[in-house]
């Protein structure tokens, strides 16, 4: 299969910072496939996402429902050219930031990885200060010293573009579609 031929995996975790944006970008590209965390399921119905019309628009969706996180098992058959996950959780930084894939969506990250697909985060806690909107308001918050340090280290990876701004996401993205 060549590049052009490829999927795009997503991932979602329990994050609305930026979440419009992402799903926006989402529906804007051909061939994706929607890897939700067992949050990022639950943010989807705060901000009034429903599956059903991602579905319609020809977006694959694969929930956080296994022990085993089967759909993993796709990064094996070389259908993907880029894992995204946006918008990343602080959490979800740390732990990909650290190496643990317990969940879904750190292990598709880890499975992408070891398969060579390059991936891009758009991590939520990057700065001192983050303005961002919750489910029915704008809300200021102080992410912690470890916050921004797992950023940091997660910058540090091979193969993967962090980045910290919808502009930034899109430019990332560019490269690969």
């Known amino acids: 299969m060549n590049d052009l031929e490829k999927r795009i995996a997503w991932g979602l975790t329990g994050s609305g910072h930026y979440l ?3 799903m926006e970008i989402i529906k804007s590209l051909d061939n994706v496939d929607l890897f939700l965390s067992k949050a990022g399921y639950e943010v989807l119905k705060w ?12 977006i694959k ?21 880029l894992l995204v996950i946006a918008p ?14 317990d969940n879904l969506i750190t292990n598709i ?21 983050v303005i961002t909107e919750a489910p029915k ?10 916050d921004l340090k797992n950023y940091k280290l997660l910058k540090e990876f091979k193969n993967t573009d962090v980045v910290k701004h919808v502009t ?10």
Request: proline share 3%; with cysteine.
């Open 109 to 129: 990250f880890a499975q992408a990885g070891k398969c060579n697909i390059h991936s891009i985060v758009f991590a939520c806690d990057t700065e001192p200060v």
């Open 47 to 58: 901000y009034d996402y429903d599956l059903k019309d991602l579905k319609k628009d020809g």
């Open 61 to 81: 969706v694969f929930k956080d429902v296994t022990a085993s996180s089967a759909p993993v098992s796709l990064f094996y058959e070389d259908i993907y050219k």
């Open 20 to 22: 419009k944006e992402s």
């Open 88 to 101: 990343a959780t602080s959490n979800t930084v740390a732990q990909m930031a650290y190496g643990m894939s």
């Open 137 to 146: 308001k704008m809300v200021t918050l102080y992410p912690r010293e470890i």
């Open 168 to 177: 930034e996401l899109k430019s990332a993205l560019k490269k690969w579609t």
